[in-house]
């Protein structure tokens, strides 16, 4: 049983069938998955959905697939963790992590996205798969392609962090690195797209992919107790986790599944090395405007952001606001988050954390209001950005006196 009746056009409303298409030939516009929301309401409740899998797909009837989930059994439904000790760090009583950097099986909120395409672009026939990545999304699909036997082929900047190499070939797909950065590679998969006819998790799949990223804004509404925080910071690269996040709160809201209504605020956060989006939404610009990224976040390095604009109109629709952290201060976002919350993330969720910093500090982000932040990729990936700040262990002899003397410790109870 499905509920997606077809793609429509985010520009024109236009209808298309539900097949490997990702843009509106009227007005270039991307397309959507749509739903049958008079269908779903009739029939979906939140106790149906709490006695569901522990996984993304306890919320399947909101997603775009025809027949049965076959890829990302156990991805998705990550913790959501209260924050004491970083709340207080950072001067808020209300705080929250979603903690997608323990996502299985690649560690980062692309384990959603990719569970998704993979399971559509199996009922839609294709065999070979492939993405342009950032790191995250190479992970992602090589290991669940690897799963679903399908051959694939992964491409990404040629200067991404040896944690993300390494944690693509490992699965042993074809790993393309592209001499450019990944406004680059997009370009040059949407031309191979053309041609080869493999299904691009985020070219021709896109709106099937980008679906995924719901269940990250359902899952936290779900786990507050079917409430909506009062503000969410999410990381932005090309900005569909922003309009994603967003699209679940106001699928749940239009189902009438949130106690006390939606009243949430969403902020983006980015790197200064590339910021398009919060740059148009700070300077108040009615442009998304391109940039080269040069920047230690390299997961958030899109200097073209496919969903720049719907993620601007977002962040301005909800009244959120939005932060640009240089990469000083994502280290100590990096740093603060592992020695308040016992979580090591990557570069994005340093991003993250420093952004909320700077919101709150900034009064965009009152101190008494819960607060939601997006923790999208774990920090073994990312090893490089800290490794010259995080210190050194203290080298001892294999002696009791050598230790006594080095540390100084002083005995517990
Ligand atoms: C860890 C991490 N967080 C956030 C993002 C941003 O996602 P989006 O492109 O949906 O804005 C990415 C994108 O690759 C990522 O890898």
Redesign the pocket.
């Known amino acids: 049983m499905s509920y997606m009746k077809c793609l429509k056009s985010k520009g024109t409303g236009r209808e298309y069938p539900k097949e490997a298409l990702y843009v509106c030939e009227y007005d270039f516009s991307p397309l959507e998955a749509s739903y049958d929301y008079a269908a779903i309401k009739k029939n979906l409740t939140r106790e149906k959905i709490e006695k569901g899998p522990r996984s993304l797909w306890r919320y399947r009837d909101l997603l775009p697939i025809d027949g049965e989930p076959t890829v990302g059994l156990h991805s998705g439904f990550t913790p959501l963790v209260r924050a004491r000790l970083l709340a207080e760090e950072l001067g808020v009583k209300e705080l929250y992590i979603k903690d997608d950097s323990v996502c299985h099986p690649t560690w ?3 384990d959603r996205v990719v569970s998704v395409a993979l399971t559509r672009a199996k009922e839609l026939g294709f065999t070979t798969v492939a993405c342009a ?5 190479a992970n992602s699909v090589s290991a669940h392609g690897a799963k679903a036997g399908l051959e694939r082929y992964i491409f990404i900047p040629y200067d991404l962090e040896r944690g993300k190499v390494l944690g693509s070939l490992v699965y042993n797909p074809n790993v393309v690195a592209v001499r450019g950065n990944y406004d680059d590679v997009n370009r040059l998969c949407s031309e191979i797209a053309s041609r080869y006819h493999w299904g691009f998790v985020n070219v021709n799949l896109r709106p099937y992919y980008s679906e995924g ?1 719901k269940t990250m804004g359902f899952e936290i509404i779900e786990q507050l107790g079917w409430k909506a925080p009062k503000h969410v910071v999410i ?8 309009t994603k996040i967003w699209k679940a709160f106001k699928e749940f809201e239009q189902l009438e599944f949130i106690e006390g209504g939606l009243n949430t605020s969403i902020h983006c956060a980015q790197p200064e090395g590339c910021s398009p989006i919060a740059t148009a939404i700070l300077e108040k610009s009615e442009h998304v405007l391109p940039v080269k990224p040069y920047t230690i976040a390299k ?2 390095a ?1 200097g073209n ?1 496919a ?1 720049g604009y719907y ?1 601007k109109d977002v962040i301005e629709a909800s009244g959120g606001s939005a932060a640009i952290v240089n990469d000083d201060e994502i280290r100590e976002g990096i740093r603060l988050l592992a020695r308040t919350e016992g979580i090591f993330t ?1 570069t ?2 340093g991003v993250t954390v420093a952004s909320a910093k700077k919101l709150i500090e900034r009064g965009s982000i009152p101190r008494d209001e819960s607060i939601v932040l997006a923790i ?2 774990n920090g073994l990936k990312t090893q490089e950005a800290i490794q010259d700040s995080v210190g050194e262990p203290t080298m001892i002899e294999p002696s009791l006196q050598s230790f006594e003397e080095k540390l100084k410790p002083v005995r517990d109870i």
């Open positions: 980062s909120f692309k990545s950032t790191g995250n999304l990223s990381p932005a690269a090309s900005g569909s986790l922003i997961s958030l899109i952001p969903d993620a990557e994005a969720g999208t990729g």
